[in-house]
């Protein structure tokens, strides 16, 4: 699985935390690791990676590989503000190219929260906001607020997967994801893209 990610530090800390708590079956690759800041927009990461998912398609068949064990290409990215139009675009072009996204309204650290509390209210796009409501102790990491450690994780899985499916169902079916505010489905990543339900 081949992953790009906004943040240049949380959504990598993450996975590698993740990573650190259970064994993941996927071999994850940060795509775009190595990309400046300047090039993490959501509109960088779907061009890149919807290249990468055509690449790796016609790999994968070259080597007929089965449908179950297909490479799999995501782009990890959130709403932050940004123009509501735009990200609907490139929501539809990275499905249509068989890209996945993991979405966060306002942002990641929305996800983060969730494995500690429920979530009330919106954010308006602003995830200062969001990472305010972190418990303190998530400020005092070696890095900062942005460093993850697998303590702020461990057993929080089940919980914020529940907590992030009851604030989708507040949004209903159909509606379009920037205009879903609080959202994420950061847990279908884990789920689908690692390949794992629990840590």
Known sequence: MYVFTEGRVTERKYILTVKELVAVPADIHI???????????????????????????????????????????????????????ELVSLMKKAQAGGVEIAFSHPCFELWRLLHVKEVTGTFGGVCDQAARRLPQ??????????HLVPEQLRGGFVAARRRAESLRALHGEGKPLPDCDPYTDVDRFVEKGMGITAY
Request: charged share 40%; with cysteine; glycine share 8%.
């Open 137 to 146: 102790d998530f400020y005092g990491v070696a890095g900062g607020i942005k």
């Open 31 to 85: 795509a775009n690791e190595k990309a400046s800041d300047s090039d993490r927009t959501p509109a960088d990461l779907v061009r890149d990676a919807l290249s990468l998912k055509a690449e790796k398609r016609h790999e994968d068949r070259k080597a007929q590989v089965g449908e179950e064990m297909r490479t799999q290409v995501w782009c990890v990215f959130d709403h932050d503000g940004r123009n509501r139009n």
